[in-house]
């Protein structure tokens, strides 16, 4: 008991959050830039879940796989994958953990716990009170305590451990509505995953397999692309030209793994058969490459394996219930919510329930399409019976139908934020989730302020004093005139620019100037450019995915660039930046009085206009 008792420590916090995805990771950084003291606890050794070196799925959002780009995810999600651009033109999955790695190591009031399991919790009063955690590396015993938690595990565990209600499987048509339910409920569920990595050597390699290896002849695998020259009759699919068009139900070429090596287990509950699922994915995943490799032409005989993922990634297991349970009518009617603090954009992509046990039927084959996006409200964020907790990622309070959307990875992570942003409301006027509902409009224009985007929602800051200045510019496109840098919406939205774009670069660079009436005082500047959300720049393993980018930082992004404060026509403050590769750029300085401010763009990295599409000042 002695030696137990030296491993033991106590910790408390403003907020913490259980998860170290991208939902977990874009909630603790938020909710600390907010002011919040916040931990974090992740069971692994990197960040981002899916996202992370470990299963390495790249970050799917609503522009559909640039079907509608407008509505690419902003905000931290953004930020990061910017950086993580700038740094890693080799797609290296280790530099993109070393990004979220440093991302909050230097985030004051944020503490992060790596290996650190939660193993139970306490409740009182359906308050979370308590959570206790092993951190295996160091044979740390943990008490957390707060006053404020986020589940954001993807499994729900925190919910699980503290009693909330939650659900597994789909509901019935008789009880949702939902146009593609299905007649009576049951316990069927998307698989979980792994993934690999070929590479071809440039000369003949031999694969010899594994003794558990599964056995797969060409027939089994008609519906599951796995060579680069494979028909595959996609006429099962219920939208077969836009399946293919997106690539929704394929992978092709050989050298990236497979979606479709999917499991979904054969016990009723998916978390408790993980490891059975692991090894049987393990198994599958040797066996499809045995096929390849030995089973026929498949233009494999230069490739060997370079990676094999060992940690499944999952889709689906428990929801938790919130006061509202999104729907898949809500999605497909592009629902815009009172309360909205996320969207969502991608189809409702529900994979064959047994996947390779389902070899009869395209692995993702009930792909339900729209146009345009939708929104998540609040309170689909929050415990519905567990007063303190928060929730957010693939675990938040939805159908099935809907979770099959909402769970794509830059949702989860612009819904982190989100919380994020609403613990810190929290913490600052000591409230519970729920009664937060009466400062909705407050949380929905801090999402607004921190480069988040809501459909449906615009600029409203009271405090935003860039609202009430007049704008001129040195030269501008037709309908792109500076005034629109306060119009609201701080991205392109079809053929509205919503921004201020010049006309060209002169020699001298080009100048937007904020003008004011009388003298104001101002401590923070915001500027938000252009990076052009047409071409991605998430790290990824596809081919086809990294052809669609770009090397380097977005060229639209301005580079260099001087901001120059005036009172009277005399300069009170300059500010110079170099090299910046950011879309979102703020700028904390001690109050200044000024009457005009003049932000000169010097370059761009490569685009021979300038765009900026918003500018807040307070």
Not at 242 to 250: E, I, L, N
Not at 526 to 552: C, E, H, W
Request: with cysteine.
């Amino acid at each position: 008991m002695k030696r137990m008792l030296e491993r033991y420590a106590e910790a408390n916090y403003d907020f913490i959050v259980v998860g170290g995805g991208m939902a977990g990771v874009c909630a603790a950084i938020e909710a600390a830039r907010g002011g919040a003291k916040t931990a974090l606890i992740h069971s692994r050794p990197v960040l981002g879940g899916n996202a992370s070196s470990e299963v390495r799925i790249h970050i799917s959002g609503a522009d559909h796989s640039l079907t509608q780009p407008d509505y690419a995810e902003s905000g931290l999600l953004y930020e990061l994958m910017l950086e993580n651009k700038a740094r890693n033109e080799n797609f290296s999955y280790s530099i993109w953990d070393m990004i979220l790695f440093e991302a909050v190591k230097k985030q004051e009031n944020l503490t992060v716990y790596y290996n650190t399991v939660m193993y139970d919790c306490e409740t009182e009063n359906d308050l979370i009170t308590a959570i206790y955690c092993v951190q295996e590396t160091t044979e740390m015993r943990y008490k957390f305590t707060a006053p404020l938690f986020s589940d954001c595990t993807g499994h729900g565990t925190l919910g699980y451990f503290a009693g909330a209600e939650f659900r597994q499987g789909s509901e019935s048509k008789a009880e949702t509505g939902e146009e593609h339910a299905p007649e009576t409920a049951n316990n069927e569920r998307m698989g979980n995953s792994i993934h690999f990595k070929a590479r071809d050597m440039g000369r003949p390699v031999k694969f010899t397999p594994p003794y558990f290896a599964k056995k797969f002849t060409e027939h089994d695998l008609r519906f599951r692309m796995h060579c680069a020259n494979q028909e595959v009759d996609f006429s099962s699919a219920k939208d077969p030209e836009r399946c293919k068009a997106t690539g929704g139900v394929s992978a092709k070429g050989i050298d990236y793994g497979y979606f479709w090596i999917e499991l979904m287990g054969d016990k009723d509950d998916i978390i408790t058969d993980y490891e059975n699922i692991r090894d049987d994915l393990v198994a599958s995943l040797y066996g499809v490459w045995d096929h390849i490799k030995n089973g026929g032409d498949h233009g494999a005989d230069n490739y060997a394996l370079e990676w094999v993922g060992m940690l499944p990634g999952t889709r689906e297991s428990r929801r938790l219930m919130g006061d509202y349970i999104l729907t898949e009518k809500d999605i497909l009617e592009n629902r815009i919510f009172e309360d909205a603090i996320c969207y969502g954009g991608w189809c409702i992509d529900l994979h064959v329930a047994h996947g390779l046990e389902d070899l009869d039927k395209l692995p993702s084959g009930d792909c339900y399409f729209f146009d345009g996006v939708y929104t998540i409200p609040y309170r689909s964020y929050y415990s519905k019976n567990i007063k303190n907790m928060f929730m957010a990622g693939r675990n938040i309070s939805a159908t099935k139908l809907a979770m099959c959307s909402t769970r794509i990875l830059g949702c989860c992570a612009i819904g982190g934020q989100a919380v994020g942003a609403a613990a810190a409301l929290c913490t600052k006027y000591k409230l519970n989730p729920k009664e937060l509902a009466s400062h909705i409009k407050e949380l929905q224009q801090i999402i607004l302020k921190n480069d988040g985007f809501l459909p449906g929602f615009k600029n409203e800051d009271e405090n935003d004093i860039a609202r009430k200045a007049t704008f001129f510019a040195s030269s501008y496109k037709k309908e792109c005139e500076p005034e629109k840098v306060i119009d609201g919406i701080s991205r392109r939205l079809g053929a509205d620019t919503h921004g201020w774009v010049s006309d060209g670069i002169s020699k001298n660079g080009e100048a937007l100037t904020m003008s004011f009436d009388k003298p104001v005082e101002i401590s923070e500047l915001r500027y938000t450019f252009d990076s052009d959300f047409r071409y991605p720049i998430r790290v990824t393993m596809a081919p086809n995915r990294q052809k669609q980018q770009r090397l380097g930082v977005p060229e639209e992004i301005v580079k260099d660039y001087e901001i120059i404060m005036k009172l009277n026509e005399e300069v009170v403050r300059t500010i110079k930046v170099e090299d910046n590769h950011q879309r979102h750029n703020i700028h904390k300085f001690e109050k200044t009085i000024c009457d005009s401010v003049e932000l000169r763009v010097k370059e761009t990295h490569g685009e021979n206009e300038i765009t900026v599409f918003e500018v807040r000042a307070y």
